[in-house]
């Protein structure tokens, strides 16, 4: 693990108040995933006060997380890394680390002492082996339900509260003409959706145990196949043109009422917003139908390559430093659709939905990780996503066949 052990002089550095013409550029290539126009509107804020403490900001944007996490490994381990680059923070992110092809930001860590100041399940992911190896910057939510409030009125329902509930609403809407399910249909989407019904049906406490014991009991019990089976009950409420179709399509269908609910993560807020939709009035949020309240948990983070020049080093503290500065943190937060991932940012000039969930996130009992990075290997966030992706587009495999495929993934991947 490549160490930067320079607090003392990071702290003259950092306060030395030196004004942004009078520093020596330091130049970050910034590679990342964030191509959707709320995600562009965010990373812009963190860029803008890069650029204004002196940083120098070369863009490399590849659309898919999928694909800009490969193309930052390849970059690493072809010797040609981006200074920095956008990941998930987790188990995956702890696999590079271990391949030492991180650098870690605890000079940075420790004079701005996020040990207090970011929850401590953020700060265990965030360490690899004692070392800050990311800078998390925010807090997603992927259990959200956002509905178009003129499509339930057209239809006559209310919004869902169980899944069997929104079975018999997703039919009146049928009926009313709306398609009842915006969703791109992608692997990590329909896993999204997944884990929504398995957290409403399961409970949080069947998800938190299935997920962090990948226990196969629990994989081939009755209760994950009441899952399967609810989750089978929603294929026929999407429409023809899912596969293939981005998540922020998907949104706009919700904005303009084609679609009445995306079951989705509140980065979908970031475009509702971005849409001039101020969330809560013509597009409202609310949790995934659910037994208990719970919030299934993303953290985006980005990562320091390994790097030998001192310029680079230094330009990956001065983003690190940017990135958690308070001011920062709700500029950013508040185009992305996430919540700060610092615990003393005030929240009050936040959105309603922004607000349910740090009021949420209060009872740490609520808290879940997502499967997509943060809380299981990177191998079995694939199983997952495969296994789920091949039942939700199989048109004849059963409920218990589906149940049966997921166990024998999970259990190959483990
Ligand atoms: C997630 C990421 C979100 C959003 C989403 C869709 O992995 O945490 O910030 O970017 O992908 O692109």
Redesign the pocket.
Known sequence: MKKFSRVAALATFLSAGVSAGALHAQTAEVLH??T?GS?QAALGEIRTAFEAQGGKWVDTPIAG?GNARAAAVNRMLGGDPATVFQF?IGQQLRELADQGLLADVNAVAEEENWDEKLPPLIVQAAKYDGDYIAAPINI?GENWMFYNKDALEKAGIEVPKSWPEFVDAAKKLEDAGVIPIGLGGQPWQERILFNSVLLGVGGREFYAKLYSTLDDELLASDTMRKVFETFAALKPFVDEASPGRN?NEATNMVIRGDAAFQFM?D?AKGEIIAAGVEPGTTVGCAFAPAIDTAYIM?V?AFAFSAMDSEEAQAAQEKMAHVMLEPDVQIAFNKK?G?IPALLDVPGDSFDVCAQKAMATLQDKKTHLVST?LFGVPSAVSGAIDDSISNFWNSADMSPEQGQEEFRQAISYAK
Do not use: Y
Request: glycine share 20%; charged share 20%.
């Open positions: 995933w964030w959707s995600e997380g998930s997603h998540w993560g980065w993303t985006d992305k996430s997509g």
